[in-house]
């Protein structure tokens, strides 16, 4: 199986990407499900690809410093510094304290790309109301990560993105991630038809 450094060189085409993801054309629609499953799991390998394939089609940005979702290994202004790194939306740590299972934890939903720096340095173990608030990530970014309607539309109100995104709706983010990330996945298989 090709790396995800392999198909994110800029000189990949629509083609090779057809003749890649050929190999799981048995999968004529992606079902929601899928997107509940654990991100590190080597069945998920896949599922991980298309989260990541479906951001960078959608030029999504770093929710803190802006960089472009992407791997460029020619320096390419629009993408330099970007190093990707799964991000568990609702954090490991916040999550374990409220005993939500590791299954739950490391649902393919509450994960996204962002850069490596913004990451470990900036967000890690912040519960997103926190974040969310502290560095003004606005709704459209939140959107371009797939973040459901519901949840990215509460950035707007203070009120409204503690109550949001309190721990006690973290199932209810899961599962309408996993339905947005489904339908997301399935439209971008179709536009390589």
Do not use: C
Request: aromatic share 12%; charged share 30%; glycine share 4%.
């Amino acid at each position: 199986m090709r790396t995800l450094k392999q198909l994110q060189r800029p000189w990949i085409s629509i083609g090779r990407l057809r003749i890649y993801l050929g190999a799981y054309e048995y999968l004529k629609k992606f079902q929601e499900d899928e997107f509940l499953r654990r991100y590190d799991q080597a069945g998920s390998r896949f599922l991980r690809l298309m989260l990541y394939l479906i951001l960078f089609d959608k030029q999504a940005k770093d929710w803190v410093d802006g960089t472009r979702i992407g791997y460029d290994k020619t320096f390419s202004a629009s993408v330099a510094g970007f190093e990707p790194q799964w991000h568990h939306v609702y954090p490991r740590s916040a999550l374990k304290k409220a005993n939500v299972s590791d299954d739950k934890i490391h649902a393919l939903s509450n994960i996204t790309v962002l850069n490596e720096r913004t990451h470990v340095r900036k967000l890690a173990s912040k519960e997103p109301a926190k974040y969310i608030r502290q560095f003004e990530i606005p709704e459209s970014a939140l959107r371009d990560h797939l973040v459901p309607d519901t949840f990215a539309a509460a950035v707007n109100e203070q009120a409204d993105l503690e109550r949001q995104w309190g721990l006690d709706r973290y199932t209810d983010f899961l599962l309408e991630r996993a339905q947005l990330l489904a339908k997301e996945a399935n439209a971008f298989l179709e536009k390589l038809e």
